[in-house]
C-alpha cells in the first residue's frame, strides 16, 4: 500500500541532515523499508550450485581478519568451502521528497551516509528541485572502485526514462569516467538537490537480474572497445603502487617463476580501460593480488578462463568469488602474509596452487 508524507518546508529540509543525525543518537530513525512510499521486489532470493574456489588446505589458517567495511572473516572463509550461494532479493525503494548529497541521501526520518557531511555544505549551496531520480551509490561504492562498477554502474541500468542518473565519477578512479562514457550512461551534475521522488536499490546480489544487467554492460562494452586484441593467454596482472596500495613484497620472485610458465606480466598503471579490456579479452589464466582491479577483468575475460589471486591474510576476503561465479570464471585464491615490505608469496605453494587449478605444463 502506497504511502502519503507531508512535504517540508524549505528551511525543515535545509535542516533536515542535522534533525536526522539527531535522531540517529535517539535510535529513532527510519530505514529505507519504512521510509518508503512503494516496494517492489523486482528479483526474489535465488540459490545456485557452483563449484567452490580451488585452494590448498593450508591456506585458511593462515587468514587472520576481514577487509574493513566487509562482512566478518568467519562468512569471508565460509564462502571459500560452500558448494552454494545465495543471492538476496533485488529491491527497489521509492522514497518522497528527499535531500541527496555529495555524503549522501536525507529522507524524511534517517538518512543513507556514504561518507561524512560537512554542514556549512547543506547551509550555503543553493538546493536544485529534480521530480524523479535513480540514486546508484553506497557506502562500499563510494569507497571500492570494484564496487562502483559491478554495483553502482549495474543499478544504473536500472534507471527508468523519467528518472535522472545519480552516479558519481570520483577523481581518484580515472578509469570511472572511460566506464562510463562507454556503458553510455549519463549521470547529472549535481550539487545539492531536492528530489520529489527518488528510486533506491538495494541490490549487492550475484543472481539473475544482475547477470542480465552485466550481460548488457559486457555488449557495450564490447562495441565501445572491441577493436583490438593483445599479448598471450597467460597474464600476471600487477597491480603495483596504484589504489589502496598493496605492494608484493617478493614480486620478483613471483614473476620469474610465473614466466618460467608461460606467463606475461601487464602493468596497470598508466593503462586505460580499453587497453586493459583489450589485453584480457582473450586472457584464459591470469594471477593477480586481490583487490578492486580485478572488477576490469569480469567484463573482459571470457566465461571458462580462470582466475588466481592473492587474498590479504590481514584483510581477507571473498568478494572475487560471487564476481567470477556471474562471470563465469573458475577461481582460486592463496592467503600471503603480511610484512613490512609488503606481502609475501611463498612461491612452493604458487607452484601447488597452479597445479590445483590445472596448470601443469611448464616451459624452458
Request: net charge positive; with cysteine.
Amino acid at each position: 500500500m502506497n504511502k502519503v508524507l507531508r512535504r517540508d518546508s524549505a528551511l525543515s529540509m535545509r535542516l533536515r541532515p542535522l534533525t536526522n543525525k539527531l535522531a540517529a543518537r535517539r535510535v529513532r530513525t527510519r530505514d529505507l523499508a519504512a521510509a518508503a512510499v512503494e516496494t517492489v521486489i523486482e528479483q526474489a532470493e535465488e540459490r545456485e550450485r557452483h563449484i567452490p574456489p580451488a585452494f590448498l588446505p593450508s591456506q585458511l589458517e593462515k587468514a587472520r581478519a576481514g577487509a574493513a567495511g566487509k562482512p566478518s572473516g568467519d562468512y569471508e572463509l565460509s564462502l571459500a568451502t560452500r558448494d552454494d550461494l545465495v543471492h538476496m532479493p533485488v529491491v527497489r525503494y521509492v522514497l518522497e521528497d528527499c535531500l541527496v548529497h555529495a555524503a549522501g541521501v536525507e529522507h524524511q526520518g534517517g538518512s543513507l551516509r556514504i561518507q561524512e557531511l560537512q554542514p556549512s555544505f547543506i547551509a550555503t549551496r543553493h538546493i536544485r528541485r529534480v521530480p524523479q531520480a535513480i540514486y546508484c551509490m553506497s557506502g562500499v561504492s563510494h569507497q571500492f572502485f570494484g564496487h562502483w562498477l559491478q554495483d553502482s554502474c549495474a543499478t544504473a541500468l536500472l534507471r527508468q526514462e523519467d528518472e535522472a542518473l545519480l552516479l558519481t565519477k570520483p577523481a581518484a578512479w580515472p578509469h570511472a569516467g572511460e566506464y562510463s562514457a562507454a556503458l553510455g550512461l549519463a549521470p547529472e551534475p549535481w550539487d545539492l538537490l531536492r528530489v520529489d521522488r527518488l528510486t533506491i536499490y538495494d541490490d549487492f546480489s550475484q543472481g539473475s537480474s544482475k547477470r542480465r544487467r552485466y550481460a548488457e554492460m559486457r555488449r557495450r562494452l564490447e562495441a565501445s572497445f572491441g577493436g583490438g586484441r593483445a599479448g598471450g593467454r597467460r597474464v600476471y596482472f600487477r597491480r603495483g603502487a596504484t589504489g589502496a596500495v598493496r605492494l608484493v613484497a617478493n614480486e620478483d620472485a613471483v614473476i620469474a617463476t610465473l614466466r618460467r610458465r608461460g606467463f606475461e606480466v601487464f602493468d596497470l598503471a598508466g593503462a586505460s580501460a580499453e587497453q586493459i579490456y583489450a589485453r584480457f579479452r582473450d586472457a584464459e589464466f591470469v594471477v593477480s593480488v586481490d583487490g578492486s582491479h580485478l572488477n576490469h577483468l569480469y567484463f573482459s575475460m571470457q566465461p571458462g578462463a580462470r582466475l588466481m589471486t592473492f587474498v590479504q591474510g590481514d584483510r581477507c576476503t571473498m568478494t572475487q568469488v560471487g564476481y567470477c561465479a556471474a562471470a563465469g570464471l573458475r577461481y582460486g585464491f592463496m592467503v600471503v602474509d603480511p610484512t613490512p615490505a609488503g606481502y609475501q608469496v611463498s612461491i612452493a605453494d604458487l607452484n601447488d596452487s597452479l597445479d590445483l587449478m590445472g596448470l601443469t605444463e611448464t616451459t624452458a
